[in-house]
């Protein structure tokens, strides 16, 4: 099963903006160069709303954005289109040339269809927790394997099962001018699921409209991972800390891990 984002996608930006989206283009640029110098195609999965992909065609990447979602995709396009021309459409010309190149492509992670063609993937922000069939994971493993060019270098971050272990019980809130949202979550530790479960509001005149969504993530080990990776091909497979080079640590919140195909 994956989330997509329906309700959230409209006011997804509005409710995460406190994600430094140049500081994690700026991370994953960091371990790319670091063992792929030289790359040029980049491929985002699961980028939502493109905030990620746009940030790293700026660092001059030719990115693909990939997303299951057609209104996080739509939200994209929208924002890639201000990026180009305003707020308010004023340029007559491109502001950019990187984003003008920039390609948005609906396709589920475990469906991926970019055989060989790709120098670098990234997947950021816990998507692949939103796998919650470990099927689909080992899919999506071999779909970015095959996706990717000889020397290619796929990077992607996790929440560990020691985050969402400790989300249990808890309750969120995140509000704007017009936009109230409150996120409950429950860990079923048998299933290894973690259940978001998101009531909205959102302000239509002088009355407010209310949506549900639920959210779920799967708790991966970091080592099961680290398997699957080998398995579908990867090899030089690394752990990290939370935007850091240094090995995790016993508690890490967020792992990430970098992985190449010889």
Excluded at 7 to 36: C, M, V
Excluded at 82 to 106: T, V
Excluded at 238 to 257: H, M, N, S, T, W
Aim: hydrophobic fraction near 35%; glycine fraction near 6%; include cysteine.
């Amino acid at each position: 099963m994956t989330m997509s984002y329906n309700t959230f996608a409209g006011f997804y930006d509005e409710l995460t903006d406190d994600i430094s989206y140049p500081r994690r283009a700026a991370y994953f640029d960091r371990i790319i160069q670091k063992f792929h110098p030289g790359a040029s195609i980049l491929l985002d999965l699961a980028c939502g709303t493109g905030s990620l992909s746009i940030e790293l065609a700026r660092l001059g990447y030719d990115v693909v954005g990939t997303d299951a979602s057609q209104q996080m995709l739509s939200e994209a396009m929208l924002k890639k289109e201000i990026a180009l021309y305003g707020e308010n459409f004023e340029r007559e010309e491109p502001s950019d040339p990187s984003i003008a190149k920039l390609l948005f492509l609906c396709q589920p992670m475990q469906e991926l269809d970019m055989y060989g063609t790709l120098d670098a993937a990234v997947c950021a922000l816990d998507s692949l927790n939103y796998l919650t069939r470990p099927d689909d994971c080992r899919k999506t493993l071999r779909r970015v394997y095959n996706a990717l060019k000889s020397g290619g270098l796929f990077v992607f971050d996790i929440n560990t099962p020691t985050k969402l272990s400790g989300l249990d019980g808890q309750v969120f809130l995140d509000e704007t001018d017009d936009t109230y949202c409150v996120w409950r979550t429950e860990f079923d530790a048998k299933k290894r699921l973690c259940f978001y479960g998101m009531d909205i509001f959102r302000l239509n005149g002088s009355l407010w409209d209310r949506s549900f969504e639920e959210h779920i993530e799967y708790a991966y080990e970091p080592d099961e991972l680290a398997l699957w990776l080998e398995e579908a091909g990867f090899t030089h497979i690394r752990q990290y800390g939370d935007r850091v080079l240094r090995a995790p640590k016993q508690d890490e919140q967020r792992i990430y891990f970098s992985a190449k195909k010889d």
